[in-house]
């Protein structure tokens, strides 16, 4: 008889392990859950804590216009703002287009001493022009063509200010 109680005992037991052992997994899996949520929840506090001191700061009114003036770049009536644009490009004083040293100060006028104003009219005004037209006739080619002026037509003189007169307008 020993062997059916031994035999009937294992079964209890047997039948208890397969009744708990999933019980016990569901406890566990269920267990590191609970560790993780409360994790997630500590930092979800920890960082509802930063946004709160964050909103707090714009009470504050220094904060405010140092926000201002950093995101904005808005300037106090009186002072004059300065901003570098790309600082990395720009290792010399020296011009990119013409290889000159820039000098400080305000915007100069060309080397011949033309104001800056009077070069953009005069640029304006020679695109303003008409073409030349490009002929195999006696004015083709001069100098007065190469510069953008028209020739006057065959048997007029140009004017003094290098405009030709109306036809039928000689002197």
Excluded: C, H, K
């Excluded at 409360?38 to 920890?46: F, H, I, V, Y």
């Excluded at 953009?120 to 001069?142: D, K, L, R």
């Amino acid at each position: 008889m020993v062997t059916v109680r031994t035999l009937v005992l294992s079964v209890v037991v047997l039948l208890a392990l397969v009744l708990l052992l999933p019980t016990l997994r569901a406890y566990v899996n269920q267990t590191g859950e609970l560790r993780e949520l409360r994790n997630d929840l500590a930092q979800a506090e920890t960082r509802r804590d930063d946004l709160q001191s964050e909103l707090d700061r714009w009470d504050d009114q220094a904060y405010v216009e140092r926000q201002a003036r950093d995101r904005l770049n808005f300037v106090m009536p009186g002072e004059r703002p300065w901003r570098v644009l790309d600082p990395e490009t720009v290792v010399d004083d020296i011009d990119p287009q013409t290889g000159r040293t820039i000098t400080d100060g305000p915007v100069q006028g060309y080397e011949d001493g033309t104001p800056w104003y009077e070069a953009i009219w005069a640029s304006v005004q020679v695109a303003g022009e008409q073409p030349v037209s490009t002929g195999t006739g006696e004015g083709a080619g001069t100098a007065d063509d190469e510069a953008g002026e028209e020739a006057p037509p065959v048997g007029e003189e140009p004017t003094g200010d290098g405009s030709t007169p109306p036809s039928g307008e000689n002197g």
